[in-house]
């Protein structure tokens, strides 16, 4: 199946910077989802997207639905600790579709 | 808030055992989905399954089976397990197309195949 290109695959970074990750496909989605999944756990939802250039915030979380219908982005302010993990998208036609995932990592 | 259940965290088996994962979701949707999740390849889609008793193939459904006697519960089975099956199992569901275009996963089952 048709995978996602997530990017970027991996980041570190210092605590309290800024934090952006973006999801290109080539087809047209209807809903773009990101999700955090920490290490040994299932994905949880971060956001849901429906409509091309909707933005959406969860707290520190913002994430936009590309007006080409074809990416999403997810940004992440003043990182701290506790957002480490893996962030993957996914988009939605005929079937979901997922991201490989972003690993993130914040420096104390 | 919707609650998918995987009932075991953390399995370790034996090759050629027959090894049965178990998924309950509590919000009556129709779709659940099974899905492998390896490092460097994402989620891979086994099975999924749109009502009592159907289900189809995903990408990946070699070595694989599922059953959905009941709405709540879709079960993935490895008739006979083997080394490269060991990985990260993860149950989905997604209520009616008219509704909710989202997929709530399970914590996931960690499966190892010695």
């Known amino acids: 199946g048709q995978q996602l290109n997530q990017s970027p695959q991996s980041m570190f970074i210092q605590e309290g910077e800024d934090v952006s990750m973006n999801c290109t496909s080539s087809s047209i989605f209807n809903t773009w989802l990101w999700y955090k999944q920490d290490p040994g756990e299932g994905p949880v939802l971060l956001i849901a997207?429906?409509?091309?250039?909707e933005l959406t915030s969860n707290g520190r979380l913002t994430a936009q639905f590309g007006i080409t219908r074809k990416d999403s982005f997810l940004n992440i302010s003043a990182s701290i600790p506790s957002d480490v993990g893996i962030y993957f998208c996914a988009g939605r036609s005929d079937q979901f579709y997922f991201g490989t995932g972003t690993s993130l990592t914040v420096i104390p | 808030d919707v609650k998918v259940t995987q009932s075991s965290r953390y399995l370790v088996k034996r090759t050629g055992e027959k090894v049965f994962l178990e998924c309950v979701q509590d919000m009556d949707h129709e779709n659940m989905f099974w899905y492998r999740q390896d490092p460097g390849l994402g989620l891979r889609l086994i099975y999924f399954s749109y009502d009592v008793k159907m289900k189809e193939k995903g990408d990946i459904p070699e070595g694989y089976s599922v059953s959905r006697e009941k709405k709540e519960r879709f079960s993935l089975i490895l008739e006979s397990a083997s080394t490269n099956q060991t990985s990260m199992y993860l149950c989905a569901s997604r209520g009616p197309d008219l509704g909710e275009n989202i997929q709530y996963f399970g914590a996931g089952t960690r499966l190892s195949v010695l």
């Open positions: 997207l429906y409509k091309a250039g």
